[in-house]
Nanobody
Framework: EVQLVESGGGLVQPGGSLRLSCAAS????????IAWVRQAPGKGLEWVST????????NYADSVKGRFTISRDNAKNTLYLQMNSLKPEDTAVYYC???????????WGQGTQVTVST
């Protein structure tokens, strides 16, 4: 059974940092691109970042470029998102999702809440 479990969310002040984790199981983790997608209150899903299976290729949304860093540890089947210089507009539920290419995002975690506020 494919499972993705996020953790690391919380409440942080503007300018602060958080590191999200996504523990994967039930599939060959290193064979898949994995993405972070977020959903702000009352808004639709927004793609944040994607990393390839080997970890050597990454892409970011313009809204987070230079502030967020996606990485992965294939030995631990874990995906990370280091978030620095957080802004109130980064407040959202953050999901990790498996990118199956033609079939799109086929498995999702339950999400972790990130709140950036004073």
């Amino acid at each position: 059974e494919v499972q993705l479990v996020e953790s690391g969310g919380g409440l942080v002040q503007p300018g602060g940092s958080l590191r999200l984790s996504c523990a994967a199981s039930g599939f060959t983790f290193s064979s898949y691109f994995i993405a972070w997608v977020r959903q702000a209150p009352g808004k639709g899903l927004e793609w944040v970042s994607t990393i390839n299976g080997g970890g050597g290729s990454t892409n970011y949304a313009d809204s987070v470029k230079g502030r967020f860093t996606i990485s992965r540890d294939n030995a631990k089947n874990t995906l990370y998102l280091q978030m620095n210089s957080l802004k109130p507009e980064d407040t959202a539920v953050y999901y990790c999702t498996r990118d199956s290419g033609y079939w799109g995002y086929d498995y999702w975690g339950q999400g972790t809440q990130v709140t950036v506020s004073t």
